[in-house]
């Protein structure tokens, strides 16, 4: 699935306070490395059900196995792992009866010592990936996967690999094993051992996905076959919320877009987001935060949500919502299957020409079959010019006033809402008061 940097930032797939992110949400890595693959899974969204379905399988089987993950294994580990080939030792003989080697504890001391340390973190690291592979050596696990781990089982049998391997946790070893073990490790295994690692990084963001799922009780999407778009969602939240909403919704062939209406903060917005994240997150073979979701592959996802001004370059507001949407327009008109999320239409400028701008907009896109488009806004009164059209859904949020005191339901409802709710805000929050009395 196609998705363009603005629309990453606009679901908050990644966000530059990290804690505010979807990833940041999801990240149960346990090294940097695997980090760093997760990043890349995240960046690199499917373009094709089958891989998704295996992903969706490797987590799955992941998941039965949380409790059980080497705990030997520590980002700590890879460092001194790596940190071990980067440092420049003096030669160890291949025969551990060389004068070289009867010597090099005292002639070599600092090299020794690191090799001492070093080697107990390969112990470690060997032990680890050797538990992987007894977890899930009766699994069946999707090709793409099923391959790393064989070559695991293949570079375990090693037989420098496999003997440290066997070691148990805390074991002393010997001067001669130290320096056998050195040896070949630093040369003929050198390669071997930092491909074990690249494949642990994989395997480490595969488990954090699973953590993941398994922590918030993400549900596994169902990819459908259809020619034209469809989602169909129940219990669909925000996955960043504290306390969130859950929603119900249906978009098709025959109601390809859905009009949002609302107050400010009656949940237009949180809707917008909980389902880009959730089309997002389904693409790159996680569970979603819903009870249940149906969807067709999409080809590409766009936003239009936190659109800004760029005062550098003297374009306004206004200006770059106009090139947002030309650029949503000129990317969806290929026949291909896309799902459009706008917020709020035309904030940057007044009202009629808002509206206007807007309707002009909204006729255009409806006749786009192959999209799926939920748009927003607060110009309620161009919605009767829209009722005609029989592929548009019409749906709200909800705002009670009661002795001017707000409450929000944050309930989707049928219908289009006629809230007016600025002035009370002003009120409530006592502006009318202070300006009264300048």
């Not at 790596?82 to 160890?92: A, L, N, R, S, T």
């Not at 917020?343 to 007044?350: A, C, I, S, V, W």
Request: charge should be neutral; include cysteine.
């Amino acid at each position: 699935m196609d998705i363009d940097k603005q629309s990453f930032n606009d679901i908050s797939v990644f966000h530059r306070e990290e804690e505010y992110s979807v990833f940041h949400k999801l990240d149960f890595t346990r090294t940097l490395r695997g980090k760093e693959w997760l990043k890349k899974f995240f960046n690199e969204p499917f373009h094709q059900i089958s891989h998704i379905q295996s992903t969706q399988k490797m987590i799955q089987t992941l998941a039965l196995h949380i409790d059980e993950w080497p705990a030997e294994i520590s980002n700590g580990t890879l460092l001194m792992i790596e940190k071990f080939y980067d440092y420049i030792f003096d030669p160890i003989s291949e025969s551990p009866y060389s004068l070289t080697n009867l010597t090099y504890p005292w002639l070599h001391r600092e090299d020794y010592s690191m090799l001492k340390f070093s080697l107990t973190h390969f112990a470690d690291f060997y032990r680890g990936m050797k538990k992987i592979c007894e977890l899930l050596k009766n699994a069946e696990l999707p090709e793409g996967a099923a391959v790393y781990v064989d070559r695991i089982v293949s570079i375990l049998k090693e037989t420098p690999i496999r003997k440290l391997a066997e070691t148990q946790p805390g074991e002393k070893l010997t001067r001669r094993q130290l320096l056998y073990f050195g040896y070949y490790l630093r040369g003929l295994y050198k390669t071997n051992t930092l491909e074990l690692l690249e494949i642990y990084g994989r395997l480490d963001a595969w488990y954090s996905m699973a953590k993941a799922v398994k922590t918030y009780r993400l549900a596994f999407p169902e990819f459908i076959d259809r020619s034209r778009p469809e989602i169909l969602t129940e219990g669909l939240y925000h996955l960043l919320l504290p306390e969130p909403v859950s929603y119900d919704l249906h978009l098709s062939a025959t109601q390809n877009f859905l009009f949002l209406t609302g107050a400010n903060m009656s949940g237009k917005s949180t809707l917008i987001k909980a389902l880009g994240t959730a089309v997002f997150l389904a693409h790159i073979g996680m569970g979603v935060p819903a009870r249940f979701m149906k969807l067709t592959l999409f080809d590409g996802m766009v936003t239009n949500i936190h659109v800004e001004d760029n005062i550098a370059k003297g374009e306004s507001y206004f200006y770059n919502e106009v090139q947002r949407i030309k650029n949503t327009v000129l990317k969806i008109n290929d026949g291909r299957k896309w799902l459009v999320l706008i917020d709020e239409l035309f904030k940057g400028t007044n009202v009629q020409d808002a509206m206007k701008c807007s309707l002009a907009v909204i006729k255009g896109l409806i006749k786009i079959p192959n999209s799926l488009f939920v748009l927003s806004t607060h110009l309620y009164e161009i919605a009767d010019n829209l009722k005609k059209y029989p592929n548009i859904l019409f749906r709200f949020f909800e705002t009670l006033l009661q002795d001017d005191q707000l409450s929000f339901t944050y309930q989707l409802k049928e219908g289009i809402s006629n809230d007016r709710i600025g002035y009370v805000i002003l009120k409530k929050e006592k502006v009318i008061d202070l300006l009264e009395n300048l």
